[in-house]
């Protein structure tokens, strides 16, 4: 009985000593955030971003701003909170990283492989991907999330982002909501949402892109998944595939109504 007692007061202690360590990390964030002030390091991301928005490369030698993000060619202010979204001209439902794919691919005339081989940033190895995310999602800064489902591929991609949420897999046999169903469970530090109800995922969605101090890079959405996916020990994700962007359009619509805030600071 006396060593039940033991270990149920070391399993206290050890959680008292887990939620004290997750405070002072936020802690330790917040006092980040606070010497940065109303700057973010994503900056660098998003004038990097915006540059090469407007500058003409590629085999074609064009800039992009004749892509249109679902707004018309060319309207970046308040695209992001409108997407992922169903373009006629592709046929399919597209998340913003995944659009950029096709505009890249098609305006300038890289391929398709050359993109995506520097879809996320690694030191000095940056992605320009995750540049032009972040000036993009920047000018949706302010605006209400708003993903309407008109179109019925739209409502099918939710279902099928829906069903892969919940679907358990792996060596654990987790799924997205063993993590992300329920707010204000930690796991290693950082405080979860939970991301199937409006508030939890308002929460987490208006937030991405980030800038991850822990990394030193920026991170959007399409990487979030990815790095998600490794983690329940899934095959890797494929960028843009009928499950990538199935999953960011439930998140995106589940966040309806939240205000967008990206670029933010994460750990
Ligand atoms: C094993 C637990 C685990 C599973 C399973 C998991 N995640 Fe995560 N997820 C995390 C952790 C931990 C973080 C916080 C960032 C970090 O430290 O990596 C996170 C962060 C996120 C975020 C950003 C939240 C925010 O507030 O910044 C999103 C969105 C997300 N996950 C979506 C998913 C989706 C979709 C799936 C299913 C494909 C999934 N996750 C599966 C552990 C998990």
């Not at 937030?207 to 020990?233: H, K, M, N």
């Amino acid at each position: 009985m006396g060593r039940w007692l033991a270990c149920l007061g070391l399993a206290a202690a050890l959680v008292s000593g887990a939620a004290r360590a997750a405070d002072a990390t936020e802690q330790a964030l917040d006092e980040y955030r606070d010497m940065f002030g109303d700057e973010n390091p994503a900056e660098l991301w998003e004038l990097r971003g915006q540059a090469l928005w407007t500058e003409k490369r590629g085999p074609r030698q064009a800039d992009l701003t004749a892509c249109d993000l679902g707004l018309g060619p060319g309207v970046v202010a308040g695209a992001y909170a409108q997407l992922p979204r169903w373009f006629d001209d592709t046929g399919r439902v597209e998340d913003l990283e995944m659009r950029l794919v096709t505009c890249i691919t098609r305006l300038q005339g890289y391929s398709e492989a050359e993109v995506l081989a520097r879809r996320f940033g690694d030191g000095d190895k940056k992605s320009d991907l995750e540049a032009l995310s972040v000036y993009i999602a920047k000018a949706s800064s302010g605006q209400p999330v708003n993903i309407p489902l008109r179109h019925s591929a739209e409502q099918r991609a939710y279902a099928l982002g829906e069903a892969a949420f919940f679907y358990r897999a792996g060596p654990h046999d987790f799924a997205c909501a063993t993590c992300h169903g329920d707010n204000g469970k930690r796991i290693r530090l950082q405080a979860m949402n939970k991301l199937s109800d409006a508030e939890g995922a308002r929460r987490s969605y208006t937030q991405i892109p980030a800038y991850r101090t822990s990394q030193g890079e920026v991170r959007t959405i399409g990487w979030r998944l990815y790095d998600c996916f490794r983690q329940q020990r899934l095959p890797e994700l494929r960028f843009g595939s009928e499950v990538a962007v199935g999953l960011s359009l439930y998140l995106a619509r589940n966040a309806e109504g939240g205000v967008m805030a990206a670029p933010s600071i994460k750990r």
